[in-house]
Structures are given as C-alpha cells and as structure tokens.
C-alpha cells in the first residue's frame, strides 16, 4: 500500500535496462528493511538522483520520506549506487524517526553533538549490507568483501572510541578519524547481531533491539539514551552483560577480538601481509594542478618533510599529481626502493611552489578477507544464516 519513485537527473542518464535494474534493486532491498521494523510510517517514498561526471565521488542525504543522492554518473549501475541508496532509506526509520535523545527536536541552526552518532549512522550502513545480500542484490561472498573492506579500513585508522569519533566528527579532525563512525559502527553492529543470535540461540537479533528502540521510544514522541540501547542490547539477550564489550569497543580503543566472535557465525578472518610506500597524506580537489592536504600522517614522510594541511601537493618524486591516481602510482613507482631513500615533495604554499624533502616510510598493510568456516558448528551456521537471511 506504498508508493515508491525514482526520479533521475539528467534525462536519459539512466534509461533503459540500467535504470530497470536500478528500479529492481530497490524493490529488493525495500522488504527486508521494512521487516526490521514492522512499520511503514509513509505513503510515499522518492528516490531522487543527480549525475555528473565531473563529481569526485558521490553524496546523499535522508529526508523524512525521501533522500537527495548526488553522485558520479560512473556510479550508474554499480552496487555502489545500490548501497547508498540503501542507507539513505534505512535512514528514514534509524534517524529520521528513530534517533538519539540529543538530537530531539532536531536542529539545523547549530551542531547536535552525540555520542551515539555511530548508532545513527554505522548501524545504519550495516543494514545496508544487510538489505542487499538479504534482497539478493549482492551474494554471501559479497557481504564478505564489503565486511572485509571494512574491518581494514578500521585497522588502517587511529585507534579511536566509538563514542568519541561521534563526537569530534563535528570539529572535522584531520588524523583520518573524520568518518570512522560509519565503518566501526557497522562493525560493531555485525558484532553484536552475531552476539545476540548467538545468546537466544538464533531466535533474537539486532533487528529486535532496533524494533524495541522505535516502539519505545519514536512511537512515544522522543530520543532514546545511551542507556536505553543497551537495555534494549540486554532484553534480546536474556540480560547478558555487555559492559565488557562497550568498554572495548564503544568507549574504548581494543581491536576487535575477530577470532573469538568471528567464529560465533561460522565465519573466520583471514589475513596477508604486505608492505607499501606511502605518502602520508589525505587529499581531496584532486586535478590537474594538484591535490590539496587535507590531512597528514604523523610521523609520515609528508609529515617529517614538513607538509601541512593546506599545502597543494604537486609532485610527490617523480609521480605528478593529476589525478585521483597519485597515490597507486607513487606506491607501484616506489615500491622496490629501499626505505629511507630521499624523496622530493612538491607543494605550492601561499602562491609559491615549496620543495620538500622526506624520507621513504612503508607502511605495513594487511589485505583482509572473511569466509566461511569449514569447521562451523550447526549452531554457527545457522546464526550466520541468519545474519543473511534476516531469519
């Protein structure tokens, strides 16, 4: 009995059995977020989507009954699209609706700082996951890759709480913690669905702690508390303690201990070993003229050499920067040389160009990868099962 649309921008953009499969994705992903909260609290719903192609990437924002996507015309017919448009939907029930009790009313005058902003937004993406391999839009394997993905972009950053990258999102740090609240706490929601399956034998999950918050407290006309998750976490778990587990990895900085949850679902972490060059820097306004520093390192090449966040990175050795592309360039380029080779960084500072000397770093990188266990118990396969599945 609701109405869904999707408009696109501009005409012909997505026409034809692309925007069909992009109508079919949607109509895949829509039951299995709904089933999570039982309620359709809308008669309609619009898709809207903007294309260009000179756009870095992609960007979207929820609205109460529709969300505003404004994206790279490359990411048409990609699971990418399919992802984003998934968490932005999501959003309409977890934010638009359910939300914590900082952000009610909500406000567009001034920040709403939250320490629960990982719940808002990383429990979000991780339905996203969720609603595309439940939809059949992505395969098992693919949750796995992106699961994957994940948990190396979280060992790549600066050990941070959850809790505190909520917070100082809205001071934008520059360490490259800025956004670590979308992956950490999509993780932390894996972690816990795996949890709760795995203490009601399967027959609660995230999804009941999610149903519970949005009777409870949306459907009574306010936020919910950090307390009240976790006694929500608590009820779907015949009150098993979880403050070891927030400690850790809430309000704490501990790697998240793979080995021992991992397992649970009938899953297991696999990991290899490789060592690359690296710059040391983020960037973004990546084009022909350079790529300007956003952030650096510590105790990086770019940040012993003395770049600052500002700079225009021009030339990093031989590599010009003129595209998104620097970076792999540099590394390929690099690779074999020994560390601590003297390598020229290029900037243009206040006008001028800047010469500035580092010396090559590697940096260690582990390449993840999640599967299936072949040693799974009967109750680890039905709990992973039911992770994708939503059974």
Do not use: C
């Not at 990411?75 to 990418?80: A, E, K, N, Q, S």
């Not at 914590?100 to 406000?107: D, Q």
């Not at 009820?235 to 303690?241: K, L, W």
């Not at 070993?273 to 350079?290: E, F, K, M, P, Q």
């Amino acid at each position: 009995g609701t109405w869904f649309r999707l408009a696109t921008y501009p005409e012909g953009v997505m026409a034809g059995e692309t925007r069909a499969g992009m109508w079919d994705q949607i109509q895949r992903m829509m039951p299995p977020m709904a089933a999570v909260f039982t309620d359709m609290p809308w008669e309609d719903y619009t898709i809207l989507m903007a294309f260009s192609g000179d756009l870095p990437g992609g960007a979207a924002l929820e609205h109460g009954t529709s969300h505003l996507g404004v994206y790279n015309s490359q990411l048409v017919g990609t699971t990418i699209l399919a992802s984003v448009t998934a968490h932005e939907i999501f959003h309409a029930w977890n934010v638009k609706r359910l939300r914590p009790a900082e952000l009610v009313p909500y406000r567009y005058d001034r920040p709403q700082p939250t320490e629960l902003l990982w719940m808002s937004e990383g429990i979000t993406d991780y339905y996203a996951d969720l609603a595309l391999v439940r939809g059949g839009i992505t395969d098992a394997d693919g949750f796995y890759r992106t699961t994957a993905r994940k948990i190396r972009s979280v060992a790549g950053s600066p050990p941070v709480a959850l809790e505190d990258a909520s917070v100082s999102t809205w001071i934008e740090p520059t360490d490259g913690t800025a956004f670590i609240y979308y992956d950490k706490g999509s993780l932390v929601g894996l972690l816990l669905d795996i949890l709760i399956r795995d203490a009601s034998d399967n027959s609660r999950s995230l999804d009941d702690v999610m149903r519970d918050l949005y009777r409870a407290t949306y459907l009574n006309g306010r936020g919910f508390t950090h307390i009240e998750f976790w006694q929500a976490v608590g009820r779907a778990t015949r009150q098993r303690s979880f403050a070891d587990f927030y400690a850790m990895y809430v309000d704490g900085t501990e790697g998240f201990a793979w080995d021992e949850m991992l397992p649970l679902a009938g899953l297991r972490l696999l990991g290899d070993t490789t060592y690359v060059a690296r710059i040391g820097v983020l960037t973004r306004d990546v084009d022909s003229t350079g790529a300007m520093v956003s952030g650096v390192t510590p105790r990086s090449m770019a940040g012993e050499a003395g770049v600052v966040a500002g700079d225009v990175l021009v030339r990093a050795g031989e590599i010009e920067v003129t595209n998104r592309r620097f970076g792999a360039a540099f590394r390929r380029r690099y690779a074999a040389e020994p560390e601590g080779t003297p390598v020229t960084l290029t900037v243009r500072r206040n006008g001028e160009l800047v010469e500035l000397t580092g010396a090559l770093a590697f940096d260690q990188r582990i390449s993840y990868r999640v599967e299936e266990d072949p040693d799974a118990s009967a109750k680890a396969i039905e709990v992973r099962t039911g992770i994708l599945t939503g059974s």
